[in-house]
């Protein structure tokens, strides 16, 4: 298993991975998918360690992905939820993550409704020198970076089923299509695509995309970006010829203002269907983060074809993928 590639302790956005990093990343989950392929689909690897999964913000996938993750390591698993806890009582995010500390938490998994929490859970532990490494499991608009990293994952394995490489995406042309202004999705992919080698092509209406956006955000790279990113305020100069289509859900929850005119609307002018895949390569695939609004950015019909739609391998490879960034920052941090 590689290693030569990983110095982090904490994983809390993909700003400033490098394209080195990120195939370690993709080939740390193909040896655990081969594991996840076999009879016992467990190993030994995070023995003794124990992972706590605090999501302060709903998740279906991504909480879960963790939790098998963490268990096919043989990690012992902590699960916080909430609506259940000591918050209710007035204890503070950073009371509850010492909590967990003093139980002799390795990896913290954090999902919160407000960006920046991970971090500062990141930095409370660095100044305890307590050793936890802390994943990001999705902060407010900020970022989402396992997400982004199964995306890759599913994309190089599509391209290379036998050899899948993150090296496999140079050149591509990959349209992201939807809310982006509310993605955390969307930002995390820009970020390892871009490192990739892909050209990534932004495509919504203007109140979910602003003017500007794409290069006002590219601007804070901390890395240099070789490859071009490009907002379009239609969809079909982002579809055509595009090897992949990543849709995002409309976040409801997100919205402040009205947005958008009807979800009628935005279907009619933004909605992923059969005949607008005609623009694309012929062999283009789909992506979508789930949850998906059934009809609105996607059609029911195209979610549900698999020569088209990777929706369902981006699920089962989010297991391996973070299969393998738990065991890249929980290695070592055993007996
Ligand atoms: C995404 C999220 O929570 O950021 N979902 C996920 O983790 N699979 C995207 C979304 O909520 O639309």
Known sequence: MTEATWERRHVLSLADFTAAELETVTQTAVSFRDVLSRRTRKVPALQGLVVTNMFFEPSTRTRSSFELAAKRLSADVLNFAPGTSSLTKGETILDTAKTYLAMGTNLMVIRHQDAGVPQTIADEMDRLQSGVGVLNGGDGLHAHPSQA??????????????????????????????????????????????????????????????????????????????????????????????????????????????????????????????????????????????????????????????????????????????????YLMGVGKGE
């Open 149 to 326: 990293l199964l995306d890759l994952f599913t994309l190089a394995l599509s391209l290379n089923p036998d050899q899948p490489t993150s090296q496999a995406l140079a050149g591509l042309k990959i349209a992201i299509v939807g809310d982006i202004l509310h993605s955390r999705v969307a930002r995390s992919n820009l970020w390892a695509l871009t490192a990739c080698g892909a050209d990534v092509h932004l495509a919504a209406p203007p109140t979910l995309l602003p003017p500007g956006f794409a290069e006002a955000f590219m601007r804070q790279s901390p890395l240099p970006i070789h490859r071009q990113v490009v907002q379009h305020s239609r969809l079909a100069p982002a579809l055509e010829n595009a090897d992949f289509v990543m849709t995002l859900r409309l976040q409801k929850e997100r919205m402040t203002q009205h947005r958008l005119p009807s979800l009628r609307e935005y279907h009619a002018e933004f909605g992923l269907t059969r005949n607008r895949l005609n623009a694309c390569e012929p062999n283009v695939k789909l992506l979508h983060p789930g949850p998906t609004n059934r009809g609105v950015e996607i059609s029911s019909d195209l979610m549900d074809d698999p020569a088209l739609s990777l929706i369902s391998e981006q699920v089962t490879n989010g297991v391996a993928v973070r299969m393998a960034l738990l």
